[in-house]
């Protein structure tokens, strides 16, 4: 196999100019810089700021960024497809590029399988969103049969078109299989990097009170709103008053969220902490609450927890999210169901043994799905498949 390959990320989200370890967004590209047979990544993403802690951490060593001109953050549109097929042509004009690595088939991944094709490279494309519930929250001018209608071409052509698809989770792998070649689908999840002894020493620094915690975006969908209604049932109804809720992230909804407890008088026992650092504060939590509304097939932050020893609890129906093992690494409630919401965590408040139990093999599923060098070896074999297929494809036609 070639040594020294250079691969080209093409990002829909945001990346800060530097990309080091505390950024939110582009989290896969570390997987892809941890192959040992990959000698540089070239990420192109929009202008932005979608990190956490500023550029401080370590710098990752073999990841470039190049911002799309006059792209900056916010909803993308038709110029994106311009911009940034203009700037990944001039890098593959000045950098020898061996494979192009797209974000997902509606934006990236189309301009990578156009470029792909004229360079005759190998092209990734990733599943890694609900791409049909994503649109309900974008381009509200737009009808939604319209948007469906782009959104399924986009997809069927990157999925005819992409030498290899891999999704992020059982699901999307299971919906990629309804129109793609089983050969041509993988499932890679993403790999989580921690410290045992870091978390073991951020642990020392817990609040005695049990601590109820939620990390994530401060928006309607993330159901922060039944997280407040239950710890107001727990309060009212069940007598229940020794916890904390602490509430870790930013949002355009703070403020609504801030006066809903407010108005609960839930002042003692609520804390809104702002944007944070996702492991350091998860590990002060007993328990991660997971209110999102739209159950997402795969959500980090519960994996996050498992590296801290912590249960969740998260709104899901139908199997999702698939990181929650309901009754085994936690509990899966129906979504908006605050009071069972607050039934559950009073009951892992009032039983520490099981509490331990459910951290354990939370932790344990994490080692066994999730960990950072298994997700590097899944990716290892997905890169050599590509470039195989690519190598056949070209003698063949020869």
């Known amino acids: 196999m070639q040594m020294g390959l250079n691969v080209l990320c093409l ?11 505390e950024t939110v967004t582009g989290k896969e590209m570390r997987l892809i810089q941890e192959l040992d047979f990959v000698d540089r990544v070239y990420a192109i993403s929009r202008g932005g700021s979608d990190y956490v802690g500023g550029d401080s951490g370590a710098v990752e060593p073999k990841i470039e960024v190049t911002h799309i001109p006059f792209l900056a953050k916010g909803k993308l549109g038709p110029a994106y497809y311009l911009f940034s097929f203009s700037t990944a042509l001039r890098l593959i004009l000045r950098r020898r590029i061996d494979i192009i690595h797209a974000e997902s088939p509606l934006w990236s991944g189309p301009v990578a399988i156009i470029l792909c094709k004229l360079f005759r490279r190998p092209c990734i494309v990733e599943i890694r969103a609900n791409y049909d519930r994503l649109i309900d929250h974008y381009y509200e001018h737009i009808p939604r049969f319209l948007k469906r209608a782009i959104v399924n071409g986009l997809r069927s052509f990157c999925y005819r078109y992409a030498d290899h698809i891999v999704a992020n989770s059982s699901f999307h792998r299971l919906e990629c299989l309804k129109s793609a070649s089983s050969e041509k689908v993988s499932q890679v999840n993403p790999g989580l990097t921690f410290d045992d002894s870091l978390i073991e020493a951020w642990k020392k620094s817990k609040d005695d009170r049990f601590t109820i915690g939620f990390i994530g975006r401060l928006v309607e969908s993330k159901g922060v709103g039944y997280l407040l ?10 007598g229940f008053q020794d916890f904390t809720v602490l509430i870790v992230g930013e949002g355009k ?10 108005q609960l008088g839930l002042e003692p026992y609520v804390r809104f902490a702002g944007q944070r650092r996702n492991l350091e504060w998860i590990s002060k939590f007993d328990v991660l609450i997971n209110p999102s509304l739209e159950a997402p097939a795969l959500d980090m932050v519960n994996i996050e927890a498992y590296a801290c020893k912590v249960p969740v ?9 698939e990181t929650v093992l309901d009754g085994q ?4 409630v129906k979504p908006a169901s605050y009071k069972l919401l607050a039934e559950k965590i009073i009951l892992l408040h009032d039983d520490p043994a099981l509490r331990a139990k459910l951290a354990k093999q939370g932790y344990e599923y994490l080692m ?3 960990s950072f060098e298994s997700q590097v070896k899944r990716l290892a074999q997905v890169y050599r498949a590509a470039l195989r297929d690519r190598v056949r494809v070209h003698r063949e036609g020869s």
């Open 11 to 21: 990002h829909d989200s945001s990346l800060p100019a530097l990309f080091t370890t």
């Open 229 to 238: 209604k239950a710890a107001d049932y727990m309060v009212r109804e069940k």
């Open 253 to 262: 909804s703070r403020q609504d969220f801030e006066k809903l407890a407010g």
């Open 313 to 321: 609890i998260a709104f899901g129906e139908g199997g999702l999210p």
């Open 329 to 332: 690494t936690g509990f899966i």
């Open 368 to 370: 066994q799905n999730y």
